[in-house]
């Protein structure tokens, strides 16, 4: 089990409670003293989307807020977010949100990526972040890449996936926007480093 305190920020200073374990997530997102505590269980988790939005001041970014959304099988998001301004406690709010992501991968995400690759070993169609896989290869706005052929370039704030014989033949994906692009990302390098196995085996293999 990891527990953490979260402070939202200069308007809410309040001190509260985040606790992850291998069944659950329960954070303390109200103010009815009641009701304080919002939970969603791990076989309700049905999305996910994280990453750094940027504050904007009137001529330059003077914060960010990092933020983290979960998505039930209804549909509905449950946030979890803090925000810093003028880099005040840069460096302990940035390792708070990467200690948050690795619990949260730990008890989780792990679990729903091994899915999605247990899946594609047995060569089942399925659809992820909107990205269609198939036997021999990816869908997606009425294009298609070969696993063969298929590329991924990774930037900070989100990733493109994309033909290498035919760069225009790509799709962006941001880690913050769109759901499950995180582990669609995850799921894309499990399977371009098996091609790169394979195509290797196929290059060693004697005459």
Known sequence: MKEF?????????????????????????????????????????????????????????????????????????????????????????????????????????NDILNNYIEKFNCNQNFTLAGITFKNVCIQFDSKEISYEDLSVKKYYHYFVLYSKKDQYINKMLNYLKDKDAIILNELLNCIIKNEQLRAKEVSDRPV
Do not use: M, P
């Not at 099988?73 to 302990?92: A, D, H, V």
């Open 5 to 109: 305190t979260i402070v939202r920020g200069l308007f809410d200073t309040r001190k509260r409670q985040l606790i992850i374990n291998k069944n659950l997530i329960k954070f303390e997102n109200k103010d009815k003293r009641e009701d304080l505590f919002t939970i969603i269980s791990k076989e309700e988790i049905a999305g996910v989307r994280y990453g750094v939005h940027f504050i904007k001041g009137l001529e330059f970014y003077i914060g960010r807020e990092y933020q983290i959304f979960i998505q039930n099988k209804s549909g509905k998001e449950f946030k979890i977010f803090f925000k810093l301004f003028y880099k005040r406690k840069l460096q302990e709010k940035h390792q708070l949100f990467c200690d948050i992501i690795d619990a949260l991968w730990q008890y989780f995400f």
